[in-house]
């Protein structure tokens, strides 16, 4: 008896949410292995807080975390975790009906003051579907003592200010009324490694996020061509890809400095296929960086018909180079669809600062938009190809990058 | 790899008496100027000696001295001031197109408050346009602000002209350039400049420090409230270590001053004489009777964003425009008012020189940039 007493008061002390895991509880046979990678990725996030617990339990995770700790930053952070469909706030009590209509009574009491809501309704599941009273019965009878615990409050099935759900399971009730979306997605780490080509613009950071999201680790190189770019435009990408560790967890970044490549094009080759071919020989280097490196395939920003090098031509030129898989999950985007992402998830700002990166330092006056396979392969005959990407693969730095 | 620092007019490595002074002050007689106790005599004892350090540096009082946090808080509190308290008087306000952004960013806030503000051009040297001055200068103009010496070309503005003619509108001068190099005398040969700034970093002082020079007399509105510190004008405790090594870093730039300009002189003359006859198709934006320590050279067909770069691997450290201004990608406002165009200014680069500075250190830095022109014509950029 003293036990059960003690654990009530704990659970008093701590803030409780309750995270869903939307697709990751749909993976069938592979659902413990999503759930154990979610819970991991959040005690990770969570970490640098003091007096925080994750538990999972019947299809659900259950964060407690101490008062002292704000709510919203919580449930900022959880929010930040792919493979999070959404996340309650919920206050707890004995699963008896007569402590859940005291909680309800006192928890819309509670909201009545603080947004001064006028109408509710309740909806009621039983996870634990050995309790004695069915779920539409739950919600009839908390609603009926909350009408008459809450003067004020009228019963709105259609619209109404709040809807209280209550939860009954074998450990407790729960009773929330928001259910604040997360990213979604799937846990990092569940879906291989793949290697992001970063430049430091709006649209690389926000390829990244979307493959991690739905599981994939993340590695990157920028390409460089200093000192035809500066120092600060490598820090702006090392700030990015700081930003992309909050979601991504700590990663590795390889540089490399693009410019002897580069000047062997200027001085080789048409100054309007320098675009197409630079852009040939990063896709190469990457390619051998990710073997190098165990990344199953690269990742880019592109979208189609963004610049002269995403052209479909230039595409079917570009990727000619590569016999990994390319993810390009922009390749369909406006513009302004990846700039809200880049928003959403923080990284615009940064991208924006204009520092001259690789792509624009060698930038012709009228880039081939059309380029045609055959004739750049021509062109590049005159370099010897392989040579330039072992001694760039070779010049290769490794940064290590942690969340900021 | 030995550094080769060629950005004086960016910022100067503080005398090392300097950095000793302020550790002192700072370790050892941290007192609060206003504290009624020892402590606080002894801080206030500082700030008096600099006070009297930077008067005699400006040839002024050391009442008409004012301790700000550097150049761009004592222009904005002369602009300001200036422009408030003239503003019965008319609305019209003057001032060069080649100014500090402290400068320049004022006059726009003016202009959004109803004064009407008029940027001054200069000609293909970079001098204010005197006709131009004349034919704007009326009894509506309460102010003028004019820059003693251009921070990126070095040249030399007509401010004694200027102070001839200003009627009874109030000068401003920003001298954060000239202090240190050229003499400075307010009561005698600059005695029609009603206001002077100054900064502390450009003159191997310490960076947040600064002055502001205000006439006996003339009583303008405070930039700053609070506890009346600065005789009311600057409120705010007294920044103690940094106004000290402010007052010793005038005072000691200016021994055997004559004897340094010849040094810097001779330096920048040989870079300059260099460059015109080892590198071709340069445009001088520096003139050679402007201030000793800048030279201002556009390399044409170049981009000297990269150029810097470049040189910056040979431990050489050179600046494009300005330092204020070469975080944007904004070119030079001040080479592009003298009439240059935008190929042109692409490819400036500007060498500041302090006392330090030698022949060889200056030969080392017009070869490793003569490489790196040559190497940036040969590869190009398409632009």
Not at chain 1, 259 to 266: F, Y
Request: glycine fraction near 8%; charged fraction near 25%.
């Amino acid at each position: 008896m003293t036990e059960v007493n003690n654990t009530a008061m704990q659970e008093e002390e701590r803030n409780v949410f309750i995270v869903r895991c939307g697709e990751a509880a749909l993976k069938g046979q592979n659902k413990p292995y999503f759930e154990k990678m979610l819970v991991e990725r959040i005690k990770r996030l969570l970490h640098k807080y003091e007096g925080v617990e994750v538990r999972r339990r019947e299809g659900l995770v259950f964060v407690y975390a101490d008062k002292k700790i704000a709510k919203d930053e919580i449930i900022h952070q959880i929010g930040k975790v792919f493979g999070v469909a959404s996340i309650s706030p919920a206050v707890t009590c004995e699963p008896t009906m007569e402590a859940v209509y005291a909680t309800a009574v006192d928890y819309m009491k509670q909201l009545i003051e603080e947004r001064g809501i006028k109408t509710f309704k309740v909806e009621a599941k039983r996870a634990d579907k050995s309790f004695p009273v069915t779920s539409p019965e739950i919600a009839r009878r908390v609603g009926a003592a909350v009408l008459k615990g809450c003067k004020v409050l009228k019963v709105d099935v259609h619209d109404p200010d709040v809807v209280l759900f209550v939860d009954m399971r074998s450990d407790k009730a729960y009773l929330y009324q928001q259910k604040i979306k997360g990213f979604g997605g799937l846990p990092l780490g569940t879906n291989g490694k793949g290697l992001v080509l970063l430049s430091g613009g709006i649209d690389s950071p926000v390829a990244a996020f979307m493959m991690a999201k739905r599981g994939m680790a993340i590695e990157a190189v920028h390409f460089h061509s200093y000192p035809y770019t500066s120092e600060r435009a490598q820090q702006k990408v090392e700030e990015l890809a700081s930003i992309l560790a909050i979601y991504c967890s700590r990663f590795k970044m390889h540089v490399i400095n693009l410019l002897p490549i580069q000047e062997q094009i200027v001085m080789h080759c048409r100054e309007e296929e320098t675009t197409i071919m630079v852009r040939r020989f990063m896709m190469r280097i990457a390619q051998a960086v990710a073997k190098e490196k165990g990344c199953d395939m690269l990742i880019t920003g592109e979208s189609l018909g963004q610049v002269a090098s995403q052209t479909s031509d230039a595409l079917v030129c570009t990727d000619a180079v590569c016999d990994i898989p390319v993810m390009r999950p922009l390749i369909a985007m406006d513009k302004v669809d990846i700039m809200d992402i880049a928003r959403d998830i923080d990284t615009y700002e940064t991208s924006i600062q204009p520092y001259e990166d690789c792509c624009t330092v060698f930038l012709p006056k009228h880039p081939l938009t059309r380029p045609k396979l055959k004739r750049i392969e021509e062109s590049e005959s005159k370099l010897d190809v392989d040579a330039l990407v072992k001694a760039a693969v070779e010049s290769l730095e490794t940064i290590e990058i942690f969340p900021r | 790899m030995a550094t080769y620092y060629f950005d004086n007019s960016a910022t100067t490595r503080p005398y090392d008496m300097v950095i000793d002074l302020m550790a002192h002050i700072m370790s050892e007689e941290y007192g609060n100027p206003s504290s009624l106790h020892r402590m606080g005599m002894e801080a206030e004892g500082y700030v008096r000696t600099a006070r009297e350090q930077v008067a005699k540096a400006m040839g002024a009082s050391p009442e008409e001295i004012y301790f700000t946090s550097g150049g761009s808080e004592s222009d904005n509190t002369a602009i300001f001031g200036g422009a408030y308290k003239g503003r019965r008087q008319g609305r019209k306000i003057l001032t060069s197109c080649i100014e500090h952004p402290a400068v320049l960013e004022s006059f726009a806030r003016l202009k959004e408050e109803g004064f009407e503000t008029v940027l001054l051009p200069v000609d293909k040297n970079g001098v204010l346009d005197m006709e131009a001055f004349d034919r704007e200068m009326d009894e509506d103009v309460i102010l003028i602000s004019l820059m003693h010496v251009n921070n990126e070309t070095g040249v030399i503005q007509p401010v004694e002209e200027v102070a001839k003619k200003k009627g009874h509108a109030l000068l401003h001068v920003d001298m954060v350039q000239s202090f240190g190099k050229l003499p400075i005398d307010l009561h005698g040969a600059l005695s029609g400049v009603d206001m002077a700034s100054i900064s502390g970093h450009k003159i191997h002082g310490p960076k947040g420090t600064g002055a502001l020079y205000i006439r006996r007399g003339l009583n303008i509105r405070p930039f700053l409230v609070g506890g009346g510190q600065e005789k009311g004008l600057r409120s705010g405790t007294e920044n103690v270590p940094a106004i000290a090594g402010l007052g010793l870093a005038a005072q000691t730039i200016y021994i055997n001053r004559e004897r340094k300009n010849e040094h810097l002189r001779e330096i920048r003359d040989y870079m300059r004489g260099w460059f015109e006859e080892n590198v071709d198709h340069i445009l001088l934006n520096s003139s050679e009777d402007g201030a000793p320590h800048i030279l201002s050279i556009s390399f044409e067909k170049t981009r000297g964003e990269v150029l810097l770069h470049t040189l910056e691997q040979s431990g050489i450290y050179v600046s494009t425009g300005s330092a204020c201004s070469s975080n944007k990608k904004g070119q030079s406002h001040v080479i592009k008012a003298m009439g240059r165009t935008d190929k042109q200014v692409e490819g400036t680069l500007r060498f500041s020189l302090c006392d330090s500075c030698t022949m060889d250190e200056a030969k080392f830095v017009c070869e490793k940039t003569k490489e790196a022109v040559e190497r940036f014509r040969r590869l190009g950029s398409f632009r």
